[in-house]
């Protein structure tokens, strides 16, 4: 059976978002910054036409944005990973796999199936009638061509957003591939599409006719598995379910620096809270947990200081209350007076399966474990089940160490959020 994919993903996703929850923002240029509202991560069509582009830091289109009008918003983590699981839903009613690749794009294998074409664009009009999520979609023998074809299907309106790669006849895909560069290919990175440039190597299809031998010793396997798929040839499966992480980091910058210990405290607290909440999640446990934090090398006339320690734990867990006094001991083995730090980070490494109850008594024990050490283990685990279910529930607030709270003004600056409609009970919309 012929291998068929499709693509889809979200159309200018967190902008998409805040319009589900804001009528009086369509049509009107949005752009959404990134954590402490420091550059664009996210534009409209119509922002795009002002010429706002991404990665600018705000500061400098500040006035052009007042002027016209844009409607400058912070990132709403917990508002888009809602509607991400929505959107993964809806997608899921209609095909028998599915890979999600990011937070608003997945792949799905629609061998098989028939009459693809209207297939995408069933899929893209129930995600709109149910989430409010504008998407694209491609659909190709290939992941790569996949994603391909969802990128001209947003590019050019004339497919109706989507486009499906047997529908295009040979001269139209021939030109297809002329008029884009080779930089679009999924796989084909900034400094690969450099090498491939420097070449003569400028549009993709530039790129299908280069000698399968050069492009190897140019980008190994990697680049000559994206060689091949864009010739139709399926070297890349469907994923349904994730590789297993090596690690899970969680760091981000201070709204304002940080000197006093307590702030720091406080904030691997957060971190670690969060990163043992994904470590459970994932059926995980750490055997490693390591803290960094540092101040900006921005600011040369402050004195600068960095930190990176870690320590290797006497047995896996995913305990949240464990976690976080092994990074707070490391902070305070680590911390110095007198330096500003305006970044803290955690890491959970050496990840092992996490184990029950019952297996976990057969593991070796440390020479260091009471008796009594299993059965308050076992109920600590417990206690994170039913905190997980209760914070699943009704927010990731409604439980917290108390560690989360001894310290405030590090938090990331988010001067311009929107409510968070689908994860706070408190902030859900009304209707009068």
């Not at 959404?32 to 534009?43: E, F, M």
């Not at 992941?143 to 109706?160: I, M, P």
């Not at 024990?365 to 417990?382: G, I, M, T, V």
Request: hydrophobic share 40%.
């Amino acid at each position: 059976m012929t291998t068929r994919f499709l693509h889809i993903d979200g159309n200018t996703f967190y902008a998409s978002v805040h319009r589900v929850f804001d009528p009086t923002l369509r049509r009107r240029p949005v752009v959404v910054l990134s954590n402490n509202d420091g550059c664009v991560v996210t534009r409209t069509v119509e922002a795009k036409a002002l010429g706002i582009a991404r990665g600018v830091p705000y500061f400098q289109i500040r006035e052009l944005a007042e002027r016209h009008g844009v409607a400058v918003l912070s990132s709403n983590y917990e508002l888009y990973q809602s509607m991400s699981d929505r959107m993964m839903a809806v997608i899921r009613t209609l095909v028998p796999r599915q890979e999600i690749y990011s937070i608003d794009e997945q792949f799905a294998d629609v061998s098989g199936m028939e009459n693809l074409t209207a297939l995408g664009r069933e899929a893209r009009a129930r995600m709109l009638k149910w989430t409010g999520i504008p998407t694209c979609a491609g659909i190709a023998p290939t992941k790569t061509l996949a994603k391909l074809c969802d990128h001209w299907a947003k590019v050019h309106s004339v497919f109706g957003g989507v486009l499906n790669w047997d529908d295009l006849s040979p001269a139209r895909r021939e030109k297809a591939f002329a008029v884009t560069p080779v930089s679009e290919v999924w796989g084909v990175g900034g400094r690969t599409a450099a090498k491939l440039e420097a070449l003569g190597v400028r549009t993709v299809l530039d790129f299908v006719r280069v000698p399968g031998g050069v492009v190897r010793r140019l980008g190994g396997v990697v680049l000559e598995r994206t060689w091949l798929e864009l010739q139709g040839r399926c070297c890349i499966e469907l994923e349904e379910t994730p590789p297993g992480r090596k690690q899970i980091v969680r760091s981000r910058s201070f709204s304002a620096p940080v000197s006093d210990l307590d702030g720091l405290l406080c904030a691997a607290s957060v971190r670690m809270e969060s990163a043992a909440r994904v470590l459970r999640r994932e059926g995980s446990e750490a055997t490693h947990v390591g803290v960094l934090f540092s101040t900006s090398r921005f600011r040369e006339n402050e004195p600068q200081h960095s930190a990176e320690v870690g320590e290797r734990l006497l047995r896996p867990t995913a305990d949240t209350i464990e976690l976080t006094a092994v990074a707070e001991a490391l902070v305070r083995r680590a911390w110095r007076r007198g330096f500003a730090y305006c970044r803290l980070g955690v890491v959970l490494s050496g990840l092992v399966p996490a184990v029950d109850g019952a297996a976990r008594c057969v593991q070796p024990q440390s020479l260091f474990d009471e008796p009594e050490d299993d059965s308050a283990r076992e109920r600590r685990r417990r206690l994170m089940m039913t905190a997980d279910m209760i914070t699943g529930r009704f927010g990731r607030d409604a439980i917290r160490t108390a560690a989360c709270l001894q310290a405030d003004g590090w938090e990331m600056r988010r001067d311009r959020m929107t409510p968070c409609s689908t994860t706070c009970w408190d902030e859900m919309p009304g209707v009068d």
